[in-house]
C-alpha cells in the first residue's frame, strides 16, 4: 500500500499495521488507511494501543479522551472509528457517509459469513498462517450446522492458503471438502493441479472417473500457462534485472531481496 504524507504530525514511534506492512507517521495516513482497508481497522477501535497512538503520538489528547469515554460507555468500535475519522476532517461529508454505509453493510452480514469476509482480506495481504486459523476457527464454530455453500467457499479458501505455503496433502483434504458440499468442477481442476505439483498425491478413484480425456487435456493445458506466467512473476523479474547490475549494487540488492522474501515466509507461516 502506498500512503501520502499531507500533514506528518511530531511521531516518534509511529503505529505499525501488519497486514499492510507500513508504519502511520499521521493522522491524515490514518484516515487513508482505515478509509481503503475498513475491513482492518472496525473491530480495533476499542483496543487502546491505538487510543494511546492517537493521543500520545498525533497529539489528539481531547480526542483521545472523547474516545476512551465512548468504550467506557459501551460504544461499538465502529462509532468510535468514525468519531476518530470525523475529528480528523480528511475526508468530506459526502466520503463519510458512503464510508459509513460501507462499514454498516458489513456489520450487517451474518456473524460467520463476517468472520468469512476478514480472513479473506487476511489472504489478500499474504497473511496465510493467520487465515488458516481464523478459516478453521468459523468452520469450528459452525458446528454441525454448517451452511453447505458457505462451508464449501471457507473449506476452498482453506485449501488454497495451504496451496500457498506448499502444505500440498493439508490443500488437497481442504478441497475434498470442499467438493464433498458443492460439486464444483473448479474444486476438482484444482485438486487435479496439485497432483501435478506434488507427485505423492494421488486423486480419489470417484474424482477419476468424472475426469474426461478432453478436461483432463484443457487442465494440463492451463497448468502449463500458469507455470509460464510464474516464470515472468514481479519477483522473477526482479532477480533478473538485479544480476544485470554491478557488482556492488548486486550485493546490496540480493541482501534486500533476501529480506523481502524472507519477511513474506514469515507472513505466511
Known sequence: MSVIVCRPEQV???????????????????????YHHPM?????FRDQDIIDFIRDQLGMGFVAARMEQRVKSGEKSEEVMF?????????????????????????????LEYAKKKTDYLVEFKQYGRAIADYQAILEAAGEKKDDFLACLVWNNLGACYARIFQFQKAMDAYDKAYGKKKDLDILEKMYHLTLLDSGLEL??????????????????????????????????KLKDLFQKDSVKRG??????????KQEFRSMA
Open 252 to 261: 546490496e540488492g540480493a541482501a534486500k531481496l533476501v529480506e523481502e522474501w
Open 83 to 111: 468519531l476518530f475519522m470525523q475529528e480528523c476532517d480528511y475526508y468530506t461529508a459526502a466520503e463519510m457517509n458512503r464510508f459509513r454505509q460501507t462499514v454498516t453493510s458489513l456489520k450487517k452480514l451474518p456473524p
Open 12 to 34: 516518534t514511534r509511529p503505529y505499525y499495521v501488519e497486514d499492510l506492512g507500513v508504519n502511520i507517521y499521521s493522522s491524515q495516513e490514518f484516515c487513508y488507511a482505515i
Open 204 to 237: 480419489k478413484e470417484r474424482y477419476q472417473s468424472l475426469m474426461s480425456p478432453e478436461l483432463k487435456e484443457k487442465w494440463d493445458k492451463d497448468f502449463e500457462e500458469a507455470g509460464a506466467k510464474a516464470e515472468e512473476s514481479a519477483q522473477l523479474k
Open 40 to 44: 482492518l481497522f472496525m473491530d480495533k
